[in-house]
Structure formats: C-alpha cells, structure tokens
C-alpha cells in the first residue's frame, strides 16, 4: 500500500504502467516498421507518455464508478446492520430487518457479487436469529408465568405450533404410568393415539422422530381434518427423564433451522412442565408416593409407628407385611420405566381390594410396599396377604397387544405373637420373611 487508499493506489500503479507503456510504444511503432523520423521525435514521445498517463486516470475513475460503488453501497448496508444492532442491544425492541433497506442487489456472478450474497446470507441469518431469540423470550415469559398444568401446556402448545408454523399440536405428558392428551390444537383428541407404537418408540429412546406423508396418502380425518406432509415427534426430556411427547402436523415439510428451533423451545418447556407437574403435586407429596398415590416411606413409617403405639397401650395386635414384585427389573429392562409405572399403580389398584377397611398401604421402595393391619392377628395377616399375592398373580397388565404378568413375594409378622420390643424389630421381622420367601422360589407368603 502507498496511500492507505485502494483506488489511489489503484489509479497510480496504473499511471505508471501508463508511462512505461507510453515509453516502449515508439521503440514497438518502429518494430513494425513505422519510420524513425516519426516516432523519434520528442512530441511523439510525449504524447504517447500523455495516452499513457489518460488510461490510468481513466482506470481510476472507471473502476471507482463501478467497483466503488458497489463497494460503498457494501458498507452502507453493514453500517446499517451495525446501528439496528446498537439499538437492540440499547433497547431490547425486535428489530426486524428483511426489507430492502438491509439488503444488498446482486447484480453480477463475480467476486463482488458473490460477497453481496454472503452479505445477504449473514442478514438472513441474523434476523432469523433474532426472531428465535424474540420467539423463546416471549415463551419463556408465557409459560413463567403459569403454573396450573392445562393452563401452561395450552400457552405453550399455541406458542410452539406458531412459531413453527404448524397446522396443529398436541402435548401428551405421562402421569402415574398412564399417558394423557393434556393439550391440543387442531389435532382431534383421539386416546386410540396413545397405544401407537410410535409414541412409546419415542418415549423409550427418547429421541426426536419425523414421518413425512407423500401427497397420494390421504388422511382418513380421525386426527386431522387437513393434509399434513409431515408429523414430528418431539420428546419432552427433562434430567434425562421423558416427561412426554409434543406431536406437531404441518402442511409442509419442516427444515432444519425450524427443528432446531422447535428443540430449543422444547428445552424452555420441559423446565417448565416439571415445574408445573411438581406444583401439582407438592400437597400429595408431603405425604402420598407421586407415582401410585399412597403413602410414602416416610409418612408411612409415622402411621406404623403410632398403630404400634396404639397396639402396646391397647394391648391389641398388629399384622405388618412387606410385598416385593418378583423380576421387576425384567420388566423395566424389557418394556420400559413407563410400563413399569403402570404395573406398580396396577398392584396398587389390587391392594386396595384385598386389603381391609382401615388397613394402611405404603410404597417403601421401589417395587416394595408394606401393609401395617391394625387389630390383624398373625392368622388374619396372613389371610389377607396370601388373598393380595392371588389377585396380584390373576391381574395383568396391558400393553399395545401384550398382557403383562408378575407376581410378589411377602413376608408377614405380627404382635404380639412375633413378640418386638421397638417398631424397628417388627420391620426386621417381616424383612426377614421375604427373604426366605424369595430363597423358596418366590410368588409366595412366608
């Protein structure tokens, strides 16, 4: 560089090319055989210098006309992309900026146009940018602001499914080992989609998946009442737990970037769902197992604690046994931790009609529950669990076309027969007869 200008430089590289040009020209005019007399001479020299000197002044301003320009209207754009910034930045407003006002013309195939076009990609970009970040603020302030369950997965639904563009939604969330529509637009809410094989696919892998729809399949209207092209399946992961699914319809097929945009929503509203399934949940929890809504460990360990109380000052007996699912982990393993919530509720369900009237049921573990029958003797106790270990055997468990089976092993105790001096003794006691009942080959009451 000589001036730190471009053009300049330009314009004078070129005069001096000019001038060595016009210096060789009499000496190439007399190898072609123009005579001496006329090109020897000081003026022809000088002139030719002169043309020289004219061509690379013209360079110059041709190449400032041309190229200049569209360098300047180059920098004008960026300018202006460098304000609409500042003022977001300042302001926090949605600038939108797809007009012509910061987009470049492109008018030719060469190097210059190619950096017009990558100038317009790098708007585009930009502005899809910030529509995104304007789209998942307005979300997130959408969904923070509710915490009643069907009041959030309904703002939330509406919000995804405009944004995406979709023709309609639906947002299935599992609940106590069930699955449940909780929200939908412009999908008909039909529960005969839960039992689709897709949906527990997702469920269990816990991944994103498409099925595009060619234009000669036609939709039978059982969900729809349009001609989707393409349904996404979009798990809601929360800690690398699958609280549900989002299912969006669209009449067109869904690019990338809104994928990634869909996946980025997704991550705002599993936070939110969790929050909002919690909140739901939290008067239960204090005392109740979420899952099968009995009483937990803990509560459920007080309950035992005053029947033996109770027991010792009334001198009346207590029956206590403790039920553990045989091969639950097979379960899990085999159809996943959704069906194994479910095959929990069901053994639930199943207790409540073996048990009697005033009998507590408490989930102690994971596939562990104890039964404290106030008033029970060690003869009655062990009625009412062999009655729980049958029904359990005959129930079952339905899943898509399969039937699910498991069975359980007790142990039983009771006071003042098993005699116990602290309520810790009579856990030990029935701890004890499970293990031998699993030792005696399971499905049994020891």
């Known amino acids: 560089m000589i001036t730190k200008k471009v053009f300049w430089d330009l314009c004078i590289y070129m005069i001096i090319l000019g001038i060595i040009v016009g ?15 006329h090109v020897l001479k000081p003026f022809f020299i000088l002139s030719s210098v002169a043309a020289g000197i004219f061509v690379g002044f013209f360079n110059y301003f041709l190449a400032k006309r041309i190229v200049g320009k569209r360098i300047k209207v180059l920098a004008m754009k960026m300018n202006r992309i460098k304000e609409i910034i500042s003022e977001r930045n300042e302001s926090a407003a949605n600038i939108d900026c797809e007009d012509a006002s910061c987009r470049i013309v492109v008018d030719s195939d060469d190097e210059l146009g190619e950096a017009a076009s990558s100038f317009n990609a790098l708007v585009a970009s930009l502005s899809v940018s910030y529509k995104t970040e304007n789209s998942l603020k307005v979300f997130n302030k959408t969904i923070s602001s509710r915490l009643e369950l069907n009041l959030m997965c309904d703002a939330a639904l509406n919000q995804i499914v405009d944004h995406s563009q979709s023709a309609g939604g639906l947002i299935i969330i599992e609940q106590n080992g069930e699955l449940e529509i909780i929200s939908h637009r412009g999908i008909k809410e039909n529960k005969e989609l839960l039992k689709h094989e897709i949906i527990w696919r997702v469920l269990r892998k816990m991944e994103i998946e498409s099925i595009r729809l060619p234009e000669d399949i036609k939709i039978d209207g059982i969900l729809v009442s349009y001609q989707p092209k393409e349904i996404l399946f979009v798990p809601i992961i929360y800690k690398e737990l699958c609280l549900g699914i989002i299912l969006l319809a669209s009449t067109s097929y869904y690019n990338e970037q809104m994928k990634s945009d869909i996946q980025l929503l997704n991550s705002s509203f599993s936070l939110a769902l969790k929050n ?37 000052r009334n001198n009346s007996p207590i029956g206590v046994f403790i039920a553990d699912i045989d091969f639950f982990k097979s379960v899990n393993d085999t159809y996943g931790h959704t069906v194994g919530d479910r095959v929990l509720i069901q053994i639930t369900r199943t207790a409540k009609q073996a048990l009697r009237e005033g009998d507590i049921f408490i989930r102690y573990g994971g596939e562990e529950f104890m039964a404290i029958l106030p008033g029970a003797s060690y003869k009655d106790t062990q009625l009412v669990a062999e009655k729980f270990r049958r029904m359990v055997q005959e129930s079952s468990v339905q899943h898509l076309d399969q039937e699910i ?13 098993n005699d116990a001096s602290k309520m810790e003794e009579i856990i030990e006691k029935a701890d004890q007869a499970l293990y031998r009942a699993k030792d005696s080959g399971r499905n049994c009451v020891i």
């Open 23 to 37: 210096l060789i020209f009499p000496f190439y005019a007399l190898m072609l055989g123009t005579p001496s007399s």
């Open 405 to 417: 089976k498991v069975t359980i092993s007790i142990g039983i105790t009771s006071f003042p027969e």
């Open 276 to 312: 909002a399934l919690s909140y739901n949940q939290l008067q239960e929890l204090a005392a109740n197992d979420p899952l099968t809504n009995i009483f937990n460990r803990r509560f459920g360990l007080m309950r035992l604690s005053e029947e033996y109380a109770r027991s010792l």
